[in-house]
């Protein structure tokens, strides 16, 4: 098969996935980010849904492209994906996602701009390893149907 036919997830299984995604996310960061930040419960929770509904947009955006990409140049589905290649793919979501949320915290809690830096990335490094660890299981739990995929290439 082609890079040009590689296979990309279908509009459902990448809802499921994004949705799956956000909801543990928020189940995950939300406590500690309370007893970290003083922020109390309602209002850390509100922030982090709103950034987790910007982040599934994002989601949505950069997993396609970055696949689209992926299998362009390799040949191989996001499933496929190599360990480099998954670095690689969850730093550049929180890198991206970053930049919109830093300003968003700062607003949101009233805290300094450093402040909401270091929450900011804090929360960036708890879920880049949550996205690497998420984004592998998924991929082993719902692979993407179809023919196998020839790796052109390992990394």
Not at 99 to 128: E, H, N
Not at 130 to 153: S, T
């Amino acid at each position: 098969m082609s890079a040009a036919k590689s296979l990309l997830r279908s509009l459902p299984d990448r809802i499921r996935q994004v949705a799956l995604f956000e909801v543990g996310g928020l189940l995950l960061v939300t406590p500690p980010f309370v007893w970290l930040s003083g922020v109390g419960m309602v209002d850390s929770f509100a922030l982090l849904a709103t950034i987790a509904l910007i982040a599934a947009l994002w989601n949505t955006g950069y997993n396609t492209a970055f696949d689209w990409v992926e299998g362009r140049l390799s040949g191989r589905t996001a499933d496929l994906r190599p360990m480099r290649w998954r670095v690689v793919h969850a730093l550049g979501f929180e890198a991206g996602l970053l930049l919109v949320s830093l300003p968003i915290i700062a607003a949101w809690t009233g805290m300094s701009w450093l402040d909401a830096l270091i929450a900011d990335i804090g929360l960036a490094i708890t879920y880049t390893a949550y996205a690497f660890g998420f984004n592998l299981a998924y991929d082993r739990l719902f692979p993407i149907a179809g023919p196998a995929v020839p790796c052109l290439a390992q990394d």
